[in-house]
C-alpha cells in the first residue's frame, strides 16, 4: 500500500513538471514571437508584410516586395507615392506584343539624354539602384557625386538581339533599359566600353554597381556576359525574377 501510494505521489510530481515545461515552453515560444514581432516592426526590410518603402535599407524582404509589383502597376505606383518618388503615369501605348498598358517616367531621375517611360517595376528598381548602389559607390570608390546616368534606350518593339526565331525581347514592352555611362559632378565619365576591363577606380566603380543592380534586377547582363554587352549593362524585371547576374 505505501508503495502505491508514493508510486502515485511520484507520478503527480512527474505529472506536474510535464505540464510545467510544456508551460514554460509555450511562455519561451510566446516571448519569442513577440521578440520578432518587435525586430520586424523595427526593420520593415525585412518584414514580408510591411508595405515597401524604397527609402527602406535593402533587406531578405525586399527582392519578394519587388516581384510583387511586376504585374501589379497600380501597387507598384503606389510603392513609388509612398516613397516620395516623383513620377509620371503616361497613357498606354502599342498593340500585340508590344503593348505597353504601364508607362511610368521618372520626372528627376538623372538620366541622359532624355528620361524614357518604363514599366513601374523597372522604375521602382532604378530608383532603388540609383540611391542604394551606384551614388554611394560613386561617392566611396571615386570620391565624387554623380550628375547623371547615361543609356542607350529602354522601349525597343524586337525580339532578342532582333532574331525573328528568338523570344520576345523585354524591352518590347519597355521593361528593360541599357546603361552605357556614368558622369560624375567632378566631369568624369566612366564608360561600360571604355572603363571595365582592369583593376583601376573607375573598372572597380563599374563592378560595384553591377553588383548593387544583381540585388535588385531580375536580369543584369554586362560585358562578362557576352560580345553583345560589351559597351552597357542590360537591366529588366521580367522573367521569373530569379533571372541571370553576369
Not at 514581432?37 to 535593402?58: F, Q
Not at 508607362?103 to 514599366?119: F, G, N, Q, S
Not at 543592380?213 to 542590360?234: E, K, Q, R
Request: glycine residues 8%; charged residues 30%; aromatic residues 8%.
Amino acid at each position: 500500500m505505501a508503495n502505491r501510494r508514493r508510486r502515485s505521489t511520484i507520478s503527480r510530481r512527474i505529472g506536474r513538471f510535464r505540464w510545467e515545461r510544456r508551460a514554460l515552453g509555450l511562455l519561451a515560444l510566446f516571448a519569442l514571437a513577440v521578440a520578432g514581432s518587435s525586430w520586424l516592426r523595427a526593420h520593415p526590410e525585412h518584414n514580408p508584410w510591411a508595405p515597401l518603402d524604397l527609402r527602406d535599407p535593402l533587406g531578405m524582404a525586399t527582392a519578394g516586395k519587388l516581384a510583387a509589383l511586376r504585374d501589379d502597376p497600380g501597387e507598384c505606383r503606389a510603392v513609388l507615392e509612398r516613397s516620395a518618388v516623383a513620377y509620371e503615369a503616361l497613357d498606354p501605348a502599342g498593340e500585340g506584343e508590344c503593348a505597353r498598358p504601364d508607362r511610368t517616367r521618372l520626372e528627376t531621375y538623372p538620366l541622359a539624354p532624355d528620361t524614357p517611360p518604363v514599366t513601374c517595376a523597372l522604375a521602382a528598381g532604378l530608383e532603388l539602384w540609383r540611391d542604394r548602389s551606384v551614388e554611394r559607390a560613386a561617392r566611396e570608390i571615386l570620391g565624387s557625386e554623380l550628375a547623371a546616368i547615361e543609356h542607350l534606350g529602354a522601349f525597343s518593339c524586337r525580339r532578342m538581339y532582333s532574331d525573328a526565331d528568338a523570344p520576345w525581347s523585354e524591352h518590347a514592352t519597355g521593361n528593360a533599359i541599357d546603361i552605357a555611362a556614368f558622369v560624375l559632378e567632378d566631369g568624369r565619365r566612366i564608360s561600360v566600353l571604355g572603363d571595365w576591363e582592369g583593376d583601376d577606380e573607375e573598372a572597380r566603380f563599374l563592378r560595384e554597381a553591377r553588383a548593387g543592380a544583381c540585388d535588385i534586377f531580375a536580369t543584369v547582363l554586362s560585358p562578362d556576359y557576352n560580345a553583345a554587352h560589351a559597351d552597357h549593362f542590360h537591366f529588366d524585371q521580367g522573367g521569373s525574377w530569379t533571372g541571370a547576374c553576369r
